[in-house]
């Protein structure tokens, strides 16, 4: 990844331009510009500064590029972005007060236009008109200028200029003068606008701790996350930000989980628990143990991997910048032969049509598209971010539009992946004390799954000493005590030992246990089924998800179970990481439409890439969720995946309404500029008009997050 710093770079328009150029290069997986810093990022193999700097100053003439030091970019606080969020503002009220002089001094020239054009040689009216002509316009055609130097003709600097020159040149000063003003005004709004959208993004950084409590030689120090080093040992006081991804060592807290997942309600964290960076602290003191430098904390992974994501374009957005590219000229052409063709033929005066012709130069600027359609998938992007849907790139949510089957894995994912002992059946004359006591003493050192929950059960936990224990692969576990035989697993283990085992109708884990052949009973052990996981099918129902299937490498019957419980339409069970590839790639052969894995991110990295779409659940803890997924729900809940699918649809719907919007309005202008019907002032509204519309409505994206939680 390359920065740069575009000094004077003030163009929304030509950040699009900027970002296809350098796109085009095959090496390069990224690029997007940060219009609030001015700050240009290239992800990949980017090209020499040289050449990213011919680009730039071909596209906007005069702006400064300056390559930005990756790791001390990195390291920029949020007083940093503080100070130059207080710039834009300046550089705005700046920008305001000369749009609202220029709209004064016009407004008082229209007033007295017959007073000021009856001066000798209309000297006032042309003094008046030609100051605000040059207030509002000067920045236009300097750029206009610039470009025509640069060889680059036919953006929307150009157009503008050559315009409302023309115009001038006709007699229309009063309507030049409208054109700059009004042009200058969208831009601004449509900045502001942008910049909200980009808010939505930029609110990530208020998760990016400042500080961490260093413990050391019994003396608390205060320093930057940056300088800590995995192993070492922080304290995180009540109220504070956790600074780094750790593991509770002394203390006990509730912690707020939503500046990362989205979800309002405090978790409890104890001992032996993982907390995770820009989380926040709320209660009781807590000393962590640093399991990971700063640059691998969770934060820090969603903030540069939310980043990527607005530099990586839809179809739609690549779609209409190659479109603008040849739209804008073809307007060009056409305005010139409506400016020729017609007085030619004899069908009017020169006069009359060259004004014709003005009106499609204005018409033809293709901000509306340019602008508010990236903005439109920045802000779904965002809206997504807010909701604990970390969305690598538009082109992600142009392909959650076309999901028909969703595919889940069982464990972790449907699931919690932990287990617990869900019912304790003792055989008669046995108690459930007793029972439960002899199976925690086989499962005493133990380390799988199983045994732990059945620990976890027991409350007093029985002693390890002059205990011997064996452990019998895929069986269980034979264990002796003081004389005694314990036998704890399947029941072909009991059964081999000569005991008899009765049929049990449980369709979870069952552990048999018996003590000197005499059978004591059984523990049922339940992979507990997710909260939300009937809701998420529900909801995937509800949006037109036509096939939801669950894959697992669990057993028959316990895969059985699930499905029937959520209403799957299908299962596979006892499946291998690549025997699971397999099944989606069956599924991707037979089912229309795309097809999206939602898996843990770790064990199903290979199916999530697979499948059209791959779906990370709880990337919190999980680098390989964040590298291998195309999106990562932060907060384990399966329903967020018919949440982001709505999100996604939602934001192509805005997008297309500003298509739908830009090019109709302006081809009816066009044929009423061609038939005499338009002027210069609907013109300027199917220009400047349009684009802003498009804009505000692209910023409804920003909404969505909070639609989403009602």
């Given at each position: 990844m390359k920065r740069y710093k575009l000094a004077g770079f003030i163009c929304s328009g030509c950040a699009a331009k900027i970002e296809q150029a350098i796109l085009d290069f095959p090496e390069v997986e990224g690029a997007s510009i940060d219009m609030d810093e001015s700050i240009l990022t290239i992800y990949g193999i980017a090209p020499d500064k040289e050449i990213v700097t011919s680009i730039v100053q071909k596209i906007e003439p005069g702006v400064e590029v300056e390559r930005l030091d990756s790791r001390k970019d990195q390291k920029k606080d949020l007083q940093t972005v503080s100070i130059l969020s207080s710039l834009r503002e300046r550089e705005n009220l700046v920008e305001l007060a000369q749009i609202l002089i220029s709209a004064v001094l016009f407004a008082v020239g229209l007033i007295l236009q017959p007073v000021l054009e009856a001066t000798p040689w209309s000297a006032g009216y042309y003094a008046v008109f030609g100051a605000v002509y040059i207030t509002a316009g000067w920045t236009v055609i300097r750029s206009a200028f610039g470009n025509i130097l640069k060889g680059n003709l036919f953006d929307e600097f150009f157009l503008m200029t050559l315009a409302t020159f023309a115009a001038i040149a006709l007699g229309f000063l009063g309507e030049a003068v409208g054109v700059m003003i009004f042009y200058r005004t969208g831009e601004f709004f449509q900045e502001l606008a942008a910049s909200r959208s980009r808010r939505s993004i930029k609110s990530l950084l208020a998760s990016k701790p400042m500080k961490a409590n260093?413990?050391?030689?019994?003396?608390?120090?205060?320093?930057?996350?940056?300088?800590?080093?995995?192993?070492?040992?922080?304290?995180?006081?009540p109220g504070e930000k956790i600074p780094l991804d750790g593991k509770v060592l002394k203390g006990h807290s509730q912690v707020d989980t939503s500046p990362l997942t989205g979800e309002p309600v405090p978790v409890q964290a104890f001992e032996g628990e993982s907390l995770y960076a820009g989380t926040v602290n709320l209660s009781g003191n807590v000393e962590l143990e640093v399991t990971s430098a700063y640059r691998d904390t969770t934060i820090a992974r969603v903030l540069e991997m939310v980043e990527f994501a607005v530099s990586r374009k839809s179809p739609t957005e690549r779609f209409i910048t190659?479109?603008?590219?040849?739209?804008?000229?073809?307007?060009?052409?056409?305005?010139?032969?409506?400016?020729?063709?017609?007085?030619?033929?004899?069908?009017?005066?020169?006069?009359?049509?060259?004004?014709?012709?003005l009106v499609l130069l204005i018409i033809s600027c293709p901000c509306a598209l340019v602008v508010s359609i990236p903005l439109g998938y920045f802000g779904g992007i965002g809206a997504a971010s807010k909701s604990g849907l970390l969305v690598k790139g538009g082109n992600v949510l142009d392909t959650l539009n076309d999901v028909k089957t969703v595919i889940f894995d069982k464990t972790g994912t449907l699931t919690q992946g932990i287990f617990k002992v869900t019912s304790i059946v003792p055989a008669d004359g046995v108690i459930q004390k007793e029972l439960l006591e002899n199976a925690a003493l086989a499962e005493l050192h133990s380390n799988h799954p199983i045994a732990r929950s059945i620990l976890e059960a027991c409350k007093e936990k029985p002693s390890a000493q002059g205990m011997t224990m064996q452990e019998i692969p895929g069986n269980g576990?034979?264990?002796?005590?003081?004389?005694?035989?314990?036998?704890?697993?399947?029941?072909?283990l009991l059964i081999s030992e000569g005991i008899e085992v009765p049929g049990t109708e449980e369709n979870n884990t069952v552990v048999h246990v018996?003590?000197?052949?005499?059978?004591?009973?059984?523990?049922?052990?339940?992979?507990?089924?997710?909260?939300?996981?009937?809701?998420?099918?529900?909801?995937?129902?509800?949006?037109g998800i036509e096939a939801i299937y669950m894959l697992t490498g669990d057993i028959e019957k316990v895969a059985s179970s699930v499905s029937s419980y959520l209403g799957l339409d299908g299962y596979r069970a006892g499946l291998l990481p690549d025997q699971k590839v397999s099944e989606v790639e069956k599924i991707l052969e037979e089912r229309r439409g795309k097809v999206l894995f939602a898996g843990d991110g770790i064990n199903d990295a290979p199916s999530l890439a697979t499948a059209h779409i791959g779906v990370a659940m709880g990337g919190l803890g999980s680098a390989a969720a964040v590298e291998t997924a195309d999106l990562v729900i932060l907060s384990d809940r399966p329903s967020e995946v018919a949440d982001a699918i709505t999100i996604a649809g939602k934001t192509r719907r805005i997008v297309w309404e500003n298509i739908f919007m830009a090019l109709v309005v302006k081809a009816v202008v066009m044929a009423m500029g061609m038939a005499g019907i338009a002027g210069l002032w609907e013109a300027i509204f199917a220009d400047v008009g349009v684009a802003l519309l498009a804009v505000l409505n692209s910023a409804r994206t920003i909404g969505l997050a909070r639609s989403m939680k009602k």
């Open positions: 260093m413990l050391g030689n019994g003396e608390l120090q205060e320093v930057s996350p940056e300088t800590v080093k995995v192993g070492e040992v922080i304290l995180v006081k190659r479109f603008a590219k040849y739209y804008t000229p073809s307007v060009v052409m056409m305005a010139i032969l409506v400016a020729i063709v017609p007085p030619v033929a004899g069908l009017g005066t020169f006069g009359e049509w060259i004004y014709r012709a576990i034979r264990a002796e005590k003081d004389g005694s035989v314990i036998l704890a697993g399947k029941a072909s018996a003590r000197n052949g005499q059978y004591l009973g059984y523990i049922v052990i339940s992979d507990v089924i997710r909260e939300d996981a009937r809701q998420a099918i529900a909801n995937l129902r509800k949006i």
